[in-house]
């Protein structure tokens, strides 16, 4: 991105010569993953707009499986935090972590 208040999460295909595309949009400020599953937190953005560093959302994107970004399937969010905390739960996701964090856009 330009700046990092652009930061998002793209999905690219290597099978799919047209590239990536955007499964979580800006501004995504932290992000964990196991070898099943990608959390991200986003602060909310529209263009040409700060992130509103009010409202956080919270996604759960599968990878297990292979993701469709077009359909954004295996894509869970946003959520707040309760709810993410108990898809969380229901996933078994205890032990996944917020391991990435931009502080200057937490």
């Known amino acids: 991105p330009d700046e990092e208040s652009q930061l998002g999460l793209d999905y690219c295909d290597p099978a799919d010569q047209n590239g990536c595309g955007g499964v979580v949009g800006s501004t995504v ?3 964990g993953s196991n070898n099943e599953y990608i959390i991200a937190k986003q602060h909310p953005r529209d263009f040409p707009s700060r992130p ?3 409202v956080t959302n919270y996604y759960i994107v599968s990878i297990a499986n292979g993701m469709d970004f077009k ?3 295996g894509v869970i969010g946003p959520l707040t935090q309760d709810e993410f905390e108990q898809k969380r739960n229901k996933l078994g996701l205890q032990q996944v972590n917020f391991t990435i964090v931009y502080k200057d856009l937490e």
Request: net charge positive; no cysteine; aromatic share 12%.
């Open 52 to 54: 509103d560093k009010k």
């Open 71 to 73: 359909n954004k399937d």
């Open 29 to 31: 400020f932290a992000i």
